[in-house]
């Protein structure tokens, strides 16, 4: 027992050999550096204490005091001589310049509400976010009527609209109609002017207009441009009965037409021959097909022709070449002899 405790404690004392253990030449460097941190404290210390021997207040002789005192008095004398000079002439400032109310400057011209501009409006006296609010009432229709609409804006004060009441001048547009049953240059204006014909007239359906055709009793703005959309789609109208094919015309206004051109190239060929006929319908106001050039949407908008029609050419076309005339059609189940008859003023080949 006794032989462990002696072991265990001759390795303690190697452990702390070991730990504690220098070289000759660092045990040197150590007590070199601990001398010189010794003298450095020991000046530091003297120079503290002679210092603190120096620097013990001194008291002031009777002759110093007095004259500190006068110093002081003259300090505090001049110091206050500058704040009073400085106060008053801050008060006098104020009271001419702060306290002043800037005079407003408008302008005074005579003016309308309803059509000045925001340059007008402004240089009248009012705020910009009046202006803007006075525009947007006016896009969205609303209109100043009498000069007491002005209170009804937004932030108006008494002073500004003392100044702009004897300005406003409404034009009359604007202005409520007091006698509008006395009123007889009003009547007479929103009365709509009769233009229709009184008697009856003949008018060429290929050359009237809808200004003319709305002039016939019964047509109005509707049936003008029904005619006239019809009539370009089928190039022009060959004859009178080619309306009743506008949905809803009354066969009573049949009556006010005629087709001169056609009439004239029928007439025409009656007396002479095939070639004749086609050069004096060639002049008429007809716009033809040509059969053997048309596109296939070209075709399709003609209101004689349907898609199935309108197949059958292009594909003769391809197989056999040129269409000389509609009897070539006519083999063809999609082409009956009335479809033939109502193409023939429109074909070309």
């Given at each position: 027992m006794n032989w462990l405790n002696k072991q265990k404690?001759?390795?303690?004392?190697?452990?702390?050999?070991?730990?504690?253990y220098l070289p000759p030449a660092d045990r040197k460097v150590l007590f070199v550096f601990s001398l010189i941190i010794l003298v450095v404290m020991s000046l530091v210390m003297l120079h503290m204490k002679l210092t603190k021997d120096e620097s013990q207040p001194r008291l002031l002789t009777s002759e110093e005091k007095l004259q500190f005192t006068a110093w002081c008095s003259q300090k505090e004398?001049?110091?206050?001589?500058r704040k009073r000079s400085k106060q008053y002439g801050a008060n006098r400032q104020i009271s001419d310049s702060y306290y002043a109310v800037e005079e407003k400057q408008w302008a005074s011209f005579v003016f309308d509400p309803n059509t000045a501009d925001s340059t007008q409006l402004l240089a009248l006296g009012f705020a910009p976010w009046q202006v803007r609010n006075i525009y947007k009432y006016r896009a969205k229709g609303g209109r100043f009527h009498d000069r007491g609409d002005l209170k009804k804006i937004y932030g108006m004060t008494g002073e500004l609209l003392g100044h702009l009441y004897p300005l406003v001048q409404i034009d009359s547009k604007y202005q409520y109609l007091k006698n509008r049953q006395n009123d007889s240059s009003l009547q007479a204006k929103s009365l709509p002017i009769n233009r229709k014909f009184k008697e009856k007239v003949v008018v060429d359906i290929n050359k009237a207009d809808t200004a003319l055709l709305k002039r016939i009793p019964g047509i109005g703005t509707g049936f003008a441009l029904k005619i006239v959309r019809y009539r370009q789609q089928l190039g022009g109208y060959v004859h009178v009965a080619q309306l009743k094919e506008i949905e809803h015309f009354p066969d009573s206004l049949l009556s006010w037409f005629t087709v001169d051109s056609y009439i004239k190239a029928k007439h025409v060929n009656e007396s002479t021959?095939?070639?004749?006929?086609?050069?004096?319908?060639?002049?008429s106001f007809i716009h033809k097909i040509n059969i053997n050039?048309?596109?296939?949407?070209?075709?399709?908008?003609?209101?004689?022709?349907?898609?199935?029609?309108?197949?059958?050419?292009?594909?003769?076309?391809?197989?056999f070449g040129k269409i000389n005339s509609l009897k070539d059609l006519s083999l063809y189940e999609e082409f009956h002899e009335k479809d033939l008859k109502r193409l023939e003023p429109y074909c070309s080949f």
């Open positions: 404690l001759e390795e303690l004392n190697s452990t702390l050999k070991r730990l504690f004398k001049q110091e206050s001589k021959d095939k070639g004749a006929y086609e050069s004096e319908l060639g002049n050039r048309a596109t296939l949407e070209r075709m399709c908008k003609h209101p004689y022709l349907n898609f199935y029609q309108c197949k059958v050419i292009v594909e003769h076309r391809r197989k």
